[in-house]
């Protein structure tokens, strides 16, 4: 039962464009979206999130969109860069027994070409 | 202020030994959530803990693998027995008691491979 879905295994966006990344879920539970980007060997990282009160969150390049009734987020990267290349994992959390609970996606290797 | 640390970072065994994953959360972090990533997969959640408590190990395998967060002291995510199917990725991730909605903290991970 996937309840985070990342649909696109990859993508490939050449440098300077718009790269964008999608997310689904199932669980209209689900309040509080984040996204994580992870090199190889590394851990992820923290990269933006997004409240379910909000639509739109902001932080520099990056951007991410929630779309509530579609149950569907996206995250906007521009302009893309080299060091985005990486793996990227949407996340989705509710509370659970009065403590919170993050769900993830499968990730999407984004590669972006000079 | 230490990140979230994990170790090791590389952990070979033997099909049939016992693997311990240790993971020591920020500062001021009492929350505890253990994820496994196979080979070309994503994050599965496998356990969420607090001081003293399992909050939820609904991802936990039935068998073998169990996990703690004492009072004192870090983390322990512990498999017993070993196979082959256990090679993978551990991450380790805390974040603090704060009421509300707040990211979680990864560590580098560790990976561990049963031969």
């Known amino acids: 039962d996937q309840q985070v879905k990342q649909n696109s295994p990859s993508l490939s966006v050449q440098e300077g464009r718009i790269s964008i990344l999608n997310c689904d879920y199932t669980?209209?539970?689900?309040?509080?979206f984040l996204w994580y980007k992870k090199y190889p060997a590394e851990g992820p990282t923290f990269l933006i999130s997004?409240?379910?009160?909000?639509d739109k969150n902001e932080d520099g390049r990056f951007t991410v969109f929630l779309n509530k009734s579609a149950k569907h987020l996206s995250l906007h990267i521009v302009p893309s860069q080299p060091g985005d290349s990486a793996v990227y994992f949407c996340a989705a959390s509710a509370f659970t027994q009065g403590a919170q609970k993050l769900v993830f996606g499968q990730g999407t290797r984004l590669t972006i070409n000079p | 202020n230490a990140g979230v640390m994990q170790n090791p970072r590389h952990l070979v065994r033997r099909r049939g030994q016992e693997a311990r994953l240790r993971c020591s959360p920020m500062k001021g972090h009492s929350h505890v959530y253990w994820y496994r990533q196979l080979p070309e997969e994503g994050l599965k959640f496998m356990v969420y803990?607090?001081?003293?408590?399992?909050?939820?190990e609904s991802g936990m395998p039935k068998e073998r693998f169990s996990a703690e967060f004492p009072k004192e002291g870090p983390s322990i995510l512990r498999i017993q027995q070993v196979v082959r199917g256990d090679s993978a990725a551990y991450f380790c991730?805390?974040?603090?008691?704060?009421?509300?909605?707040?990211?979680?903290?990864f560590g580098q991970g560790t990976r561990l491979t049963v031969v």
């Open positions: 669980n209209s539970m689900f309040d509080y």
């Open positions: 991730a805390s974040s603090p008691s704060t009421g509300g909605y707040t990211e979680a903290f």
């Open positions: 997004i409240s379910s009160i909000k």
């Open positions: 803990l607090q001081k003293e408590n399992i909050i939820d």
